[in-house]
T-cell receptor
């Protein structure tokens, strides 16, 4: 079966510090991967998605970046955090097979980031 | 623009009563619709999806959803609510995003409170 991991679970960082959040998926190959941010326990904002190694699409211009160094690894980074970067960060994966019905996304447990 | 609306921020229902969480959508082409649930400080869990076929879709934990094409709605329902159903519920629609294929657009979420 497939599982998705995120770490760390919680993080408190000062403004201006760097950030690295990691997401890994097990039990599948070549998944589509996604980073979302959820503010104030409500709506999801899609930040980045990736259809393969080294292929990243950014949905929202900001001081965050994403990388996919391996097939099942997705990393969210920042060189200098802002207060507005605080939130709940969710990673998700889904399988995409052309010609087949759309598959649902599966979400990781999330990382709670507080920028102080 | 392709979008999802959840017109109610909050739904309150007594335990044992039927519950409905509303969702309307606006997409071009055939809609592929999904419902997710989120418990506090957790990732989203997939409940059910509509791709094609029967308008009434059954999912996890006794939930079902009714697809209504003429009203562009996909309301989530359960015949008898449990206190443990209290959570945040998200409706989502799959959309095409440029060259890289498909992504999901999520509604703003509806907080369900089931009162004992």
């Amino acid at each position: 079966s497939q599982t998705i991991h995120q770490w760390p679970a919680t993080l408190v960082q000062p403004v201006g510090s760097p950030l690295s959040l990691e997401c890994t998926v097990e039990g599948t190959s070549n998944p589509n991967l996604y980073w979302y941010r959820q503010a104030a326990g409500r709506g999801l904002q899609l930040l980045f998605y990736s259809v393969g190694i080294g292929q990243i699409s950014s949905e929202v211009p900001q001081n965050l970046s994403a990388s996919r160094p391996q097939d099942r690894q997705f990393i969210l980074s920042s060189k200098k955090l802002l207060l507005s970067d605080s939130g709940f960060y969710l990673c998700a994966w889904r399988k995409e097979i052309e010609g087949q019905n759309p598959y649902e996304q599966y979400f990781g447990p999330g990382t709670r980031l507080t920028v102080t | 623009a392709q979008s999802v609306a959840q017109p109610e921020d909050q739904v309150n229902v007594a335990e044992g009563n039927p519950l409905t969480v509303k969702c309307t959508y606006s997409v071009s082409g055939n809609p592929y619709l999904f419902w997710y649930v989120q418990y506090p400080n957790r990732g989203l869990q997939f409940l059910l999806k509509y791709i094609t076929g029967d308008n009434l879709v059954k999912g996890s934990y006794g939930f079902e959803a009714e697809f209504n094409k003429s009203q562009t709605s996909f309301h989530l329902k359960k015949p008898s609510a449990l206190v443990s159903d209290s959570a945040l519920y998200f409706c989502a629609v799959r959309v095409r995003r440029g060259y890289y294929g498909q992504n999901f657009v999520f509604g703003p979420g509806t907080r369900l409170s089931v009162l004992p």
